[in-house]
């Protein structure tokens, strides 16, 4: 299973005296903007829609999927659920085109992440090491990356904030040596861009149509595996921490 890294971070509106919306002027600003978000908000919904595209010697494997994003706030630990109502893998080797469409969902409860295929007995698959906690996802970068905040667009159509993630060291990425973020004013991040160490756009997110405290049951992050569906788990071993639940 490809890490997917939940990344997906809500918001409180912030007006300026002059009822304009503020954009954040630096990194620490933002950041409390986001841990703000979680202080007013319980939980937020939005329509996702991840691109995917992995170059090798003998082609490429493009994966696009598409769906519901649900998050929520349950005992100060945010969980994630990822529905997609399509998953479509195209391969490409030589002359030769392949593609596969499938649904698939996964579940972060913070500490580990689970994803499986649904209406197959696929193996479930279980990585001990959960995503990125919204409030802690710049400074988790920071262990990797440089980040800057970029000079806001005139032209947009409204305000937004463009973090950019340089690797450190850039051997050491693959596919993520550049990273670029983009964030509404209140601090929802809308796009999140990455880029390998020859400029190509190696994956994309976008989210769109979100809603904030909308009614979430917590049953909703709880892995339920239709009867007889394995669960195989991957990494094991590899000393990936369980992230520990935020006090």
């Not at 991040?189 to 904030?212: F, M, Q, W």
Request: glycine share 6%; charged share 30%; hydrophobic share 35%.
């Amino acid at each position: 299973m490809e890490r997917t890294s939940t990344i997906i971070l809500m918001a409180v509106s912030v007006v300026c005296a002059s009822s304009h919306l503020c954009v954040a002027n630096d990194l620490e600003d933002l950041e409390k903007r986001i841990a703000d978000t979680w202080r007013n908000h319980k939980s937020m919904t939005a329509t996702f829609k991840r691109v995917v595209e992995q170059r090798r010697a003998d082609g490429t494997v493009k994966t696009i999927s598409r769906g519901t994003l649900q998050q929520a706030v349950v005992d100060n630990t945010i969980m994630s659920r990822l529905d997609t109502a399509e998953y479509e893998i195209t391969t490409v080797s030589g002359s030769e085109t392949a593609k596969a469409v499938e649904k698939r969902v996964w579940i972060d409860d913070g500490q580990h992440t689970f994803s499986y295929t649904v209406g197959t007995d696929k193996a479930a698959q279980w990585v001990n090491c959960g995503g990125d906690d919204p409030r802690e996802r710049l400074e988790s970068l920071r262990r990797r990356y440089e980040l800057k905040v970029l000079p806001s667009a005139d032209s947009a159509a409204e305000p937004t904030l463009v973090v950019e993630a340089v690797a450190k060291d850039a051997t050491q990425t693959g596919t993520d040596a550049r990273i670029l973020l983009t964030y509404r004013p209140d601090g929802i991040l809308l796009k999140e861009v990455r880029y390998d160490k020859d400029g190509n756009t190696s994956s994309a997110i976008e989210l769109s149509k979100i809603e904030l405290d909308i009614d979430i049951n917590s049953s909703r992050f709880v892995l339920k595996l239709p009867g007889g569906t394995p669960l195989k788990v991957l990494h094991k071993g590899q000393g990936l921490p369980v992230k520990k639940r935020r006090e």
